[in-house]
């Protein structure tokens, strides 16, 4: 760790297999990142508990997970990739945490109410004090920025409130972080729905392409793709919002400006357009996919990182929170 970087830090739930949004707007970034950032990449298995999860799954979409980062180019050993559950003092943070967070302030994450509506049999505390846990998971690293989406915004919000806080109770512990977006990362809108994020949570499959979709499948999609009324492929997000999304993932995955894709297909058809989509998309995934084939393949390898990473990202957290057991007043050796 270089004393004179700032600290990166973003958690990612192994929830589901990641999508080309996440690729094109996050991922593909990260590896840019590594050497002018000290970066942490937390797999953060115990937040996902707040929705029932089937553990082999589980286990094995982690794994996923930290082999589709390698695949992106992570280098395992310019970036601390790491599982939150190696890692005691997220727990025992947010324990502390939760004693300065009000249950007013909890009450209001959007994220909290839609997730009580489409798991309403299991409203548990969990998922009541998961903005708690993510406040910790950032606050325990000191963390300076966090790459995150609109929808994490409120969270990280409330994790700058809990700092300042607990900053103004017991002087200055936490750094307060910010949020981070990298630069030319594109937003990718759902396939069948341009007005909606691509999500790897949609019920509909033909809404997202995932990072491991075979060539075929993403040929599908691109095909099925909708797009607007009118023929010209020419950008205008509010009426021609599919074809505008079309145009952005083709800029993005080979690198050009939206003119100069305009310019490319001017006098084209809308058929031709999404099989040329589809077909970038597709040449893009296919070495990030032979390298994920060959890291899901090496678990050995896997637990490997996971173990050496998660002595780095303790030490580091351990430190944080003996100094927080010490301004509280616990009796600390
Ligand atoms: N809540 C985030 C999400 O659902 C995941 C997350 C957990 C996270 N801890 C974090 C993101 C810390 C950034 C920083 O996407």
């Not at 021609?240 to 993005?252: E, M, Q, V």
């Not at 099989?275 to 040449?283: C, D, H, L, N, R």
Request: hydrophobic residues 35%.
């Amino acid at each position: 760790m270089d004393p004179n970087k700032k600290i990166i830090f973003s958690g990612i739930q192994p929830s589901g297999s990641l999508t080309l949004g996440n690729y094109l707007g996050a991922l593909r970034n990260f590896g840019k990142l590594q050497d002018s950032y000290n970066c942490y990449y937390c797999v953060v298995d115990m937040h996902t508990l707040t929705v029932r999860q089937n553990p082999a799954d589980l286990r094995e979409r982690s794994y996923a997970l930290l082999a589709l980062y390698l695949a992106c180019g992570l280098d395992p050993d310019k970036n601390v990739l790491f599982m939150q559950s190696h890692v005691p003092c997220h727990a025992e943070l947010s324990w502390i945490l939760g004693c300065y967070t009000y249950i007013g302030e909890l009450s209001r994450m959007t994220q909290f109410k839609d997730k009580s509506q489409r798991h309403a049999d299991n409203i548990n505390g969990g998922l009541f004090t998961y903005p708690v846990l993510m406040a910790s998971d950032i606050l325990l690293y000191k963390t300076d920025l966090v790459p995150i989406g609109v929808d994490q915004k409120q969270h990280l919000e409330l994790a700058r409130n809990i700092a300042e806080r607990f900053n103004n109770i017991y002087g200055d512990t936490f750094v307060v972080p910010e949020p981070f977006i990298p630069q030319n990362s594109a937003k990718i809108m759902s396939l069948q729905e341009p007005d909606k994020k691509m999500s790897k949570s949609d019920t509909n499959v033909n809404n997202f392409i995932l990072i491991t979709d075979p060539a075929d499948v993403i040929m599908k999609k691109f095909k099925r793709a909708v797009t607007d009324s009118g023929c010209e492929i020419v950008y205008n997000e509010a009426e021609k919002p599919g074809i505008s999304n079309l145009i952005n993932i083709y800029a993005s995955v080979n690198d050009m400006s939206r003119e100069e894709v305009m310019k490319e297909f001017e006098g084209k058809r809308y058929g031709d357009f999404k099989i040329a989509v589809g077909s970038a998309v597709a040449e893009t995934l296919d070495p990030i996919q032979k390298r994920y084939n060959e890291y899901i393949a090496d678990k050995a390898y896997l637990d490997g990182i996971f173990k050496k990473n998660a002595g780095i990202a303790r030490e580091h957290a351990e430190k944080t929170i003996k100094e927080v057991y010490e301004k509280v007043g616990f009796i600390v050796y």
